[in-house]
């Protein structure tokens, strides 16, 4: 005589089909909204912002932090001191380490810390040319 075995989420979401919590969920019997389309990696993203409002232009933290370390030597550039240069990828380095660690809303993020010395240096670079 074989034995069924019903774990407590199998048994928790079968009570919750006898009682009704199921029946007229919206959308019950539509197709999904991207049925046929080709697979997008980044599906999740775009559903996001799309639920965000991707009008106002707001990007997931994580994606802004991408986009601002990219960014990172147009704005060092913009500033006048060494000190400030330092101040700035201080900041920059603090929100990559909370990027890492997942205290950031959005997808991943395996930025390195970007090298204070590094970024001094080539600032000094431009100026100089």
Excluded: C
Excluded at 6 to 34: C, H, M, W, Y
């Amino acid at each position: 005589m074989a034995h069924w075995y019903e774990s407590a989420v199998d048994r928790r979401i079968r009570e919750a089909r006898e009682q009704g919590e199921f029946d007229n969920l919206p959308g019950t019997g539509k197709p999904l909204s991207d049925h046929g389309r080709e697979y997008d990696e980044d599906w999740w993203i775009k559903d996001w912002l799309q639920r965000e409002g991707a009008g106002s232009g707001v990007l997931p933290p994580t994606l802004a932090l991408r986009r601002e370390v990219e960014d990172l030597p147009a704005a060092v550039d913009r500033l006048r001191s060494e000190e400030a240069v330092r101040d700035l990828v201080a900041e920059v380095n603090e929100r990559i380490r909370k990027a890492r660690v997942g205290l950031l809303d959005g997808p991943a993020v395996l930025l390195p810390p970007r090298d204070p010395d590094e970024v001094v240096r080539g600032w000094r670079e431009r100026r100089s040319a």
